[in-house]
């Protein structure tokens, strides 16, 4: 499939120099829906997830009884990951996604490759948010060509636990990512403690909107405060095809290609 030019130079600039783009109408709100219905296909067992995938509860949900894989709720999902783009046809189809992969080449370049896929679930009035870090601490290649595309799967913004980002922070180095200050977030996640001096934008998205950063860029979500609205979103980490993997080789493949060619020895 040849690449349609979806992105004005104004966007290409923006995304060079604070090291973010929001692009609206990505996925379309029925795209949104049937994800959406999907991920609770999973959850309640009526699709069974490709091997070396998994599911996990919103931590608080499952400490006080309100959900256990003996008594599964979608309501209290917390994430499906990391590798359903390789195997699984709905979250494949969606990792592929024509959209998705005409801006990825206007960014990235024409060879690309998706190296990781989470479905990421805030329960309403629970869901704890992600402390700041950066993606290529977890996601290593030479060059660091990561780059995400975070599509919010429902209206997204500040109370129900939208994303932010440090403009400018994609030239950073590598910061250490030590334990989260705020208890609530050990269980799963590590932070970037000097990011918390660094002046932060929210990036406030319409279903179906989504917002792609490299790898370095600092960022964080919030908490969701809202009494009576969900946070969903489908999160998909890509690569330059020409980039070596630095993670562990039995991680190295099956890599999705999504456009282009792939290489000899990269990922
Ligand atoms: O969706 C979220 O709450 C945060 C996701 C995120 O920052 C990540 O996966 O790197």
Redesign the pocket.
């Known amino acids: 499939m040849n690449a349609v030019k979806t992105l004005s130079n104004d966007q290409i600039q923006h995304f060079r120099q604070h090291g973010f783009l929001i692009v609206e109408n990505v996925y379309t709100p029925e795209e949104c829906d049937e994800l959406n219905a999907y991920a609770v296909d999973v959850v309640t067992g009526k699709v069974k997830l490709a091997p070396g995938n998994a599911y996990w509860w919103e931590p608080q949900a499952e400490q006080t009884g309100l959900v256990s894989q003996a008594n599964p709720d979608p309501k209290y999902l917390f994430k499906i990951g990391h590798g359903m783009h390789t195997a699984d046809p709905v979250f494949r189809y969606y990792a592929m996604h024509d959209r998705i992969a005409d801006i990825l080449t206007e960014l990235v370049g024409p060879d690309i490759k998706c190296v990781q896929s989470?479905y990421?679930d805030?329960p309403k009035n629970m869901g704890i948010?992600?402390p700041y870090?950066q993606?290529s601490h977890y996601l290593k290649t030479n060059p660091d060509s990561l780059i995400?595309a975070?599509v919010a799967c429902d209206d997204v913004d500040v109370e129900n636990?939208g994303?932010h980002v440090v403009p400018g922070s994609q030239n950073d180095p590598i910061h250490p990512h030590e334990a989260p200050i705020d208890p609530a977030q050990r269980v799963h996640f590590q932070e970037v403690h000097s990011a918390r001096e660094r002046t932060e934008v929210p990036c406030n998205l319409k279903k179906g909107s989504a917002v792609f950063f490299p790898g370095r860029q600092l960022?964080?979500?919030g908490n969701n405060k809202s009494a009576d609205r969900q946070?969903r979103?489908y999160?998909l980490h890509y690569v330059d095809a020409h980039s070596r993997w630095l993670n562990d080789p039995k991680a190295r493949n099956p890599h999705l290609l999504v456009r282009g060619r792939q290489y000899p020895g990269c990922v």
């Open positions: 989470m990421i805030k948010g992600q870090h993606d995400a975070w636990g994303l960022h964080r979500s946070r979103a999160v």
